[in-house]
């Protein structure tokens, strides 16, 4: 038997649905999801025309699912962007029994595929032609329970906001920067994507200066100047990274970051992921 990939049942089972609430999914049918939304965001934005997930899915769960989900840094700034587009929406709430997605007028289960446990919406459900009463109700009792419950915060900012603000204060590097996140969503999530790391190691392909991707990190709210100097330290230790110290005439040396020796002078952004997580992985 053939055995489609967790996309295949997500894309199929959201279909063209204008309004879709999923009901305590697993993580990784929420990463799933909002990798799915985020794929036809930018398929739009090229000028696709390819039918993409519903205009807005809602995500209910417990505090401990999203947690999980978005513990994953790209798929958190893929939230963030998409919340802000009005195309995915997360709530939580203390306990859920059901694992439902309701969509215009049906109600799906959600399958339990695979060794993994993760479970995908069938792509079969109950229509309200089949049992008006019963689909009515369950969407005026999840209904109910997603107007009760707490919007989840996330605790970073959306990729295009990390892109803009690095584009506001290094023009040349944000470009860096994008290219290096678009190649690490093709990469499987063996460890933990280190944000702190990446725009450490972006800013020394750049030459910035450490303090000031301290100061940025800060202000953009993705990390802070204690992670993003321990971050210059392992990306040092690592071979990655050398700092030259600058004349600062009063105060703190100032230390600009610099690619070490040994690789291309100019890679782009995926590139220097392959680097990094040669060296650190």
Known sequence: MTTRPPEAFVDRALGAASDVLLVDPSPELVRIVVGEVAVADRSGADGSTEAGPPSLVRVLCTAETADTAFDDFLTATAAVDARSADRVAVRTVPDLGERLMIADGTVHAHLSVGVDGTNRPSDRGLASGDDE????????????????????????????????????????????????????????????????????????????????????????????????????????????????????????????????SGGPTDPTGGELLDRGRAALE
């Open 133 to 260: 009463a019963l689909c009515a109700a369950v969407e005026e009792e999840y209904g109910a329970r997603w107007r009760d419950a707490d919007e989840y915060a996330f605790d970073v900012p959306g990729r295009a906001t990390i892109v803009e603000s690095f584009a506001s204060r290094w023009p040349d590097a944000a470009e860096t920067l994008a290219d290096l996140f678009r190649a690490a969503e093709t990469l499987p999530r063996t460890g933990a994507f280190d944000p702190a790391t990446v725009c450490t190691l972006v800013g020394a392909r750049h030459e910035v200066l450490a303090m000031e991707i301290g100061d940025w990190a800060e202000e953009v709210g993705l990390s802070s100047r204690t992670e993003i100097a321990r971050s210059k330290a392992r990306l040092v230790e690592a071979g990655l990274v050398e700092t030259e110290r600058e004349p600062a005439g009063v105060g703190r040396p100032r230390h600009r970051l610099v690619l070490a």
